[in-house]
Structures are given as structure tokens and as C-alpha cells.
């Protein structure tokens, strides 16, 4: 992913540091909550709910607080599942994937504070099944779902990955 398919703001903003990032996974009814993000030249991009974790947050606080920001819901933090880097410059993340569960809340389309109301990325919140995941070209999905048969692997997978990360091979 090139700096000019990111976009610049994104780049100016996230780009050329490592960021630590938390992420939720919640299913529900055989569906995955995922968001939408425009990254630069109409260049979708579908990953679970998450972003930067703040210096003295811990991790719960953190995805707590993006899943209420990105989703309107609130959240309860379960298991651990797993960590992948993602590298593809000028953009470098360790992301930490948990489970979670609803609380409360209605789910609908947040916004980044991060950025300013014309500068927003995020597109869509949307339930979807894994044969919807599927028909999406990799490029638009995250990397952890590529390949994957059933929601249940990102639960049994344990470790580190770094995916079809070519700067980290």
C-alpha cells in the first residue's frame, strides 16, 4: 500500500512511527462487526473495530474506548487471541486482537477524534458473514482474514503473525 493509496492526511498523521493499536473481534449470528475505512483514493479497506492505544491506558481502556467511539456500543474485553504486525510503509502498527461482547449501546457509524470532520476515514459499520469477507478482494480486508475458513480460527489462532507482510519477511 503506497503513501499515495493511503492518502496523504493518513500518512502525515499515522505514518512513519510504530503505533501500538487494539482491536475487537465480536460475532454475533454467524457475523463479524467490521468498519469501512477510505484510505486515500477511494481505496476501501474492512477491519474489526479498534485504533491507537493512549499512553496511560491500558489495553481494555483503550478498546473500550474505540469500539464506544467507532461503534456507539459499549464493551466488555474478553480473551486475548493473538498479535500481528502490520508493515507496510509508511504505515507500522503491532496490533493486539481481543474478543469482546456487547454491553449496551446501539450500533452506528462513530467517527475518529484523531482527525478532523473532513478528514473522518471511517465509511461503514456493517454485520458481516464470512462469505461477504470472502467476495471482497484482499486488498480491501484486513490480512487476518484472508484465507480464513470459519470466524472460529481467529479464536484458536495464538501467537504472532505477520501475514503476507513482505517488509517482514
Do not use: C
Not at 29 to 34: A, D, H, Q, R
Not at 93 to 105: M, Q
Not at 118 to 136: A, C, N, P, T, Y
Amino acid at each position: 500500500m503506497s503513501q499515495d493509496k493511503i492518502g496523504n492526511k493518513i500518512a502525515a498523521k499515522f505514518g512513519n512511527r510504530l503505533r501500538t493499536r487494539v482491536n475487537g473481534v465480536l460475532i454475533q449470528n454467524e457475523k463479524i462487526l467490521m468498519i469501512n475505512h477510505q484510505m486515500g483514493d477511494h481505496t476501501d479497506f474492512w477491519s474489526v473495530p479498534g485504533g491507537g492505544m493512549k499512553f496511560g491506558s491500558n489495553a481494555n481502556q483503550n478498546l473500550m474506548r474505540e469500539f464506544q467511539e467507532e461503534t456507539g456500543l459499549d464493551i466488555k474485553v474478553g480473551e486475548f487471541l493473538f498479535v500481528h504486525e502490520f508493515l507496510e510503509p509508511p504505515l507500522h502498527a503491532i496490533e493486539l486482537f481481543f474478543e469482546v461482547e456487547p454491553l449496551g449501546g446501539e450500533p452506528h457509524l462513530g467517527w475518529d477524534p484523531e482527525l478532523t470532520e473532513s478528514d473522518q476515514i471511517l465509511r461503514e459499520l456493517k454485520w458481516m458473514s464470512l462469505g461477504e469477507l470472502r467476495s471482497l478482494p484482499n486488498a480491501s480486508v484486513h490480512q487476518i482474514f484472508w484465507g480464513i475458513k470459519s470466524f472460529e480460527d481467529l479464536g484458536m489462532w495464538k501467537g504472532y503473525f505477520n501475514f503476507e507482510n513482505k517488509y517482514l519477511k
